[in-house]
């Protein structure tokens, strides 16, 4: 379980360890990640584009009403609160900025599971040979909020994608 954990973490962060790689300083860093935020940000808005066309008017408000949870989950997650410049100096800007990233790339993949069969059969494999691995998701701390995002989002993807598993997905987006 621990090598999983692992390899996820190392595949996830790999492109930020290789960005920060580059720099010799926090202003080179905070730049670089911040231009990776960038690019996630943009390839959400193409996903959030490509569900519009997708999807018929009355589905694809669902999709808009979580859209717009998201964001407030996302929000309160990557908030200036929770990442103080006063605890941590300037890392806790590159800390921001990856959290926006990551929040926006999981959001990206959220989206592109709508429209694209093979990306959510591949993404429901490799989550199922994670879960398999014994993590009990339900002990997780959760916020309300991300509590109710992850309850929307599963619903809303459930009323636009036939045969889709709401308790997967639930499980999906409640691991680490």
């Known amino acids: 379980m621990v090598k999983i954990k692992f390899m996820l973490f190392t595949i996830i962060s790999l492109p930020y360890f290789c960005l920060a790689g580059e720099c010799k300083t926090n202003i080179c860093i905070i730049d670089n990640v911040t231009e990776s935020y960038k690019n996630e940000d943009d390839r959400l808005n193409i996903e959030y584009k490509k569900v519009r066309e997708f999807l018929p008017d009355e589905k694809f408000l669902k999709v808009k009403e979580v859209q717009k949870l998201w964001i407030k989950y996302r929000d309160e997650k ?3 609160t929770t990442y103080k410049a006063s605890d941590t100096g300037e890392e806790s800007k590159i800390d921001r900025v990856l959290c926006l990233s990551h929040m926006s790339s999981a959001r990206s993949i959220e989206l592109r599971m709508i429209y694209d069969s093979d990306f959510r059969n591949s993404i429901n494999y490799v989550y199922s040979s994670f879960l398999r691995t014994g ?5 997780r701390n959760k916020t309300t909020l991300e509590n109710e995002y992850i309850d929307n989002n599963c619903r ?6 036939e045969g889709f ?5 639930k499980e999906r987006m409640s691991t680490p």
Do not use: A, G, M, R
């Not at 993590?135 to 002990?139: A, S, T, Y």
């Open 78 to 80: 990557c908030s200036d």
């Open 135 to 139: 993590f009990d998701w339900k002990q």
């Open 156 to 161: 809303s993807l459930d009323s636009v994608i």
């Open 165 to 169: 598993d709401k308790e997967f997905c």
